[in-house]
T-cell receptor, first 113, second 113 residues
């Protein structure tokens, strides 16, 4: 079945450091890929998405590129802020009738001032 | 921006009691989902609902669970006889025609004692 594997956390960085959170996936066909963010005490918010190979999703300074050859969708940000502290989830949904999201285990990011 | 509203935000219930979690989806969305997140673990798919019937469900969604859309606006998840292991955050999610615009509610934290 489908699965998403994320880099284990927690990750602690200083403000303005470079962030990479690794995500790889296993799925049949051509899934759509997502990054969701969960701030403390809140629900899941879509951060960015990519629907086909070589697409780059970007939002709020975060980027991720859909790499079919490596089945990866790594999240990056050049300069993190304290306000980026949250849990980040990589997820996929397959094309066709099975529309539910399959999530990775989440990566807790803490950014220190 | 349209929101998915979930109530209550927190529910404490005794083991064996029935609970109903409520969700008000975005009005023009057609697909409805319930996910759960046990504390510290990944977000798991429970069930999807389209055209007034269940379209897919996971192995977690056993006979103790049911969903309905009783009045055309609310979307509910009922757990008939709660167990300790049902303690989790339950998220409602909806989207329109394409599985690219999921919107999640802020969740209901269910605590079974």
């Amino acid at each position: 079945g489908d699965s998403v594997t994320q880099m284990e956390g927690p990750v602690t960085l200083s403000e303005e450091a470079f962030l990479t959170i690794n995500c790889t996936y296993t799925a049949t066909g051509y899934p759509s890929l997502f990054w969701y963010v969960q701030y403390p005490g809140e629900g899941l918010q879509l951060l960015l998405k990519a629907t086909k190979a070589d697409d780059k999703g970007s939002n709020k300074g975060f980027e991720a590129t859909y790499r079919k050859e490596t089945t990866s969708f790594h999240l990056e940000k050049g300069s993190v802020q304290v306000s980026d502290s949250a849990v980040y989830f990589c997820a996929l949904t397959r094309s066709g009738s099975a529309r539910q999201l399959t999530f990775g285990s989440g990566t807790q990011l803490t950014v220190l001032p | 921006e349209p929101e998915v509203t979930q109530t209550p935000s927190h529910q404490v219930t005794q083991m064996g009691q029935e609970v109903i979690l409520r969700c008000v989806p975005i009005s023009n969305h057609l697909y409805f989902y319930w996910y759960r997140q046990i504390l510290g673990q990944k977000v798991e798919f429970l069930v999807s609902f389209y055209n007034n019937e269940i379209s897919e469900k996971s192995e977690i969604f056993d006979d103790q669970f049911s969903v309905e859309r009783p009045d055309g606006s609310n979307f509910t998840l009922k757990i008939r006889s709660t167990k300790l292991e049902d303690s989790a955050m339950y998220f409602c999610a909806t989207h329109g025609n394409r599985a690219l615009g999921y919107t999640f509610g802020s969740g209901t934290r269910l605590t079974v004692v």
